[in-house]
C-alpha cells in the first residue's frame, strides 16, 4: 500500500525556519515525482514547490522562491522541504502527494495525485 506521512511542522516565528519531512512507504520514491502543497484556512489548495522522478528537477511557486527548497533522500525514502524566512502567509497544512503519472507541472487537483498524507500544521505567528 503506498502512503506518505508528513512530519515538522509546528509553531515558528516570523523569519524562522522549520523542515518538513514526507516518508514513504510501499514504493521506492526516487522513481516518483513528489509534490509539496499547502492550504490555508479559507483558501483552495496550491502547490509549493515538486521534485521530478529520475532527473531530481525542481519546482517552486513564485510565492516561496529563494525561501524554501526541495530536496531527497532516497536511502531513507523520504522527501524534505526546507522552509527559511517564514512569513505569517506561509501558514497552512502542508501536504505531500504523488502518483504513478504525476509531473510537477500538474496542479493540486490533478487525478494524478494519487496518495495525500495527511498533513502538517505549519503556523507562523510572533
Known amino acids: 500500500q503506498l502512503q506518505l506521512v508528513e512530519s515538522g511542522g509546528g509553531l515558528v516565528q516570523p523569519g524562522g525556519s522549520l523542515r518538513l519531512s514526507c516518508v514513504a512507504s510501499?514504493?521506492?520514491?526516487?522513481?516518483?515525482?513528489i509534490g509539496w502543497f499547502r492550504q490555508a484556512p479559507g483558501k483552495e489548495r496550491e502547490g509549493v514547490s515538486c521534485?521530478?522522478?529520475?532527473?531530481?528537477?525542481?519546482k517552486y511557486a513564485d510565492s516561496v522562491k529563494g525561501r524554501f527548497t526541495i530536496s531527497r533522500d532516497n536511502a531513507k525514502n523520504t522527501v524534505y522541504l526546507q522552509m527559511n524566512s517564514l512569513k505569517p502567509e506561509d501558514t497552512a497544512v502542508y501536504y505531500c502527494?504523488?502518483?504513478?503519472?504525476?509531473?510537477?507541472?500538474?496542479?493540486?487537483?490533478?487525478?494524478?495525485?494519487?496518495?495525500w498524507g495527511q498533513g502538517t500544521l505549519v503556523t507562523v505567528s510572533s
Open positions: 521534485i521530478s522522478s529520475i532527473t531530481d528537477n525542481t
Open positions: 502527494a504523488t502518483g504513478s503519472a504525476y509531473v510537477c507541472f500538474d496542479g493540486p487537483q490533478a487525478r494524478s495525485l494519487e496518495v
Open positions: 510501499g514504493f521506492t520514491s526516487e522513481y516518483y515525482s
